[in-house]
């Protein structure tokens, strides 16, 4: 699976990253770069080796830069492979969405965030009530494949912990809205605690955690 990482469209980054050895449990220090070792994919259009040709010795880890040519992309695939043989370090992959640019993967990334607070605020100011019915509470399910795209179409269900009690199953109903939103509205005993935490689940999308505050 690939680390996600947020970035700005076409300016130089210094990409971190950790390299784990062969075991899977220690990381691997002293890797010795060779080229051909880190390959760029911009949006799909096929491999090539990184135009710096090196990756740095951050001591534990490691880090490359990548020039603000290559961050000229909605999508960028960093692969990091051992081509020695036998290998030392296990493959890495890290996927970097763009933002903050008219042609980024997400062009407006800090307006939209500052929206979305903005919209949450207004909506549940104070606290959904406790032991009472709440309807409307949206959320987003994504792929499980980049983690970023919004899934349609599924069947999804929902699990809740109250006051930090184990996982069961809600009682409320769940349905979609559209474009990957879907809606729960939980019956009062979905409701019954100070602090409660919706687990949201379906076939081919990952996990999402909501957790409410209620009020008295």
């Known amino acids: 699976m690939a680390d996600i990482v947020y970035a700005e469209y076409g300016v130089e980054l210094k990409l971190p990253f950790e390299l784990y050895s062969t075991n899977g449990v220690d ?12 390959k760029i994919d911009e949006d799909g259009e096929g491999e090539a080796n990184h135009i710096n040709d090196a990756m740095t010795d951050e001591g534990t880890g490691y880090s490359v830069t ?7 992309s909605k ?25 903050n640019h008219a042609s980024a993967h997400i062009p407006n990334f800090w307006a939209d965030v500052q929206e979305w607070l903005s919209v949450a605020a207004s909506v549940y100011p104070e606290g ?11 959320f987003v399910m994504r792929s499980s494949v980049d983690h970023i795209e919004p ?29 990957g939103v879907y809606q729960f509205d939980g ?11 919706f687990r949201f689940y379906a076939s081919g999308a990952d996990d999402t955690f909501v957790t409410i505050k209620t009020t008295a």
């Open 27 to 38: 990381f691997a220090t002293g890797a010795v770069y060779v080229t051909g070792d880190i």
């Open 66 to 72: 990548l020039t603000s040519t290559e961050m000229q």
């Open 75 to 99: 999508k960028i695939m960093v692969y990091i492979a051992d081509q020695t043989g036998p290998k030392v370090w296990m493959d890495k992959a890290i996927c970097i969405y763009t933002i």
């Open 128 to 138: 959904p009530k406790k032991n009472e019915v709440f309807n409307n509470l949206g």
């Open 151 to 179: 899934k349609t179409s599924l069947s999804v269900s929902g699990e809740r912990s109250i006051d930090g009690d184990s996982f069961v199953a809600v009682v409320g109903a769940l349905g979609e809205i559209g474009n």
């Open 187 to 197: 019956d009062s005993s979905d409701m019954n605690g100070d602090l409660i935490t």
